[in-house]
């Protein structure tokens, strides 16, 4: 069993910058596929970006490419979604998650484990 614990949201202004970190704590880190995803107020879920568990293969939702970075430390089990230039239309509660898959995923079933996510909101 993975437990994934996700902090440094808050409050931010538009085109500002915020960095989420993921701690994991169970389980082999450096063997899961990390993904983010968000929530936004009376929206599904959706899929922000993911990383593979080698670091070798990232990608991105089109509406964060080139603002948003996903980087991960394997000595410290952890993941990091550092966002910049960010837009009211980011605010959301943002989730990590952890799947066993080798390659990194935009599929919700694709990742076995869930944090229980960190309000960020973004003011214009």
């Known amino acids: 069993q993975v437990q994934l614990a996700e902090s440094g949201g808050g409050l931010v202004q538009a085109g500002g910058s915020l960095r989420l970190s993921c701690a994991a704590s169970?389980?082999?880190?450096?063997?899961?596929?990390m993904g983010w995803f968000r929530q936004a107020p009376g929206k599904e879920r959706e899929f922000v970006g993911a990383?593979?568990?080698?670091?070798?293969?990232?990608f991105y939702a089109d509406s964060v490419k080139g603002r948003f970075t996903i980087s991960r430390d394997n000595a410290k089990n952890t993941v990091n979604l550092q966002m910049n230039n960010m837009k009211s239309a980011d605010t959301a509660v943002y989730y990590c998650?952890?799947?066993?898959?080798?390659?990194?995923?935009?599929?919700?079933?694709?990742?076995?484990?869930w944090g229980q996510g960190t309000q960020v909101t973004v003011s214009s």
């Open positions: 990383i593979s568990w080698i670091s070798t293969n990232s």
């Open positions: 169970g389980g082999t880190f450096s063997r899961y596929t």
């Open positions: 998650a952890a799947g066993s898959r080798v390659v990194a995923s935009l599929s919700q079933s694709d990742y076995a484990y």
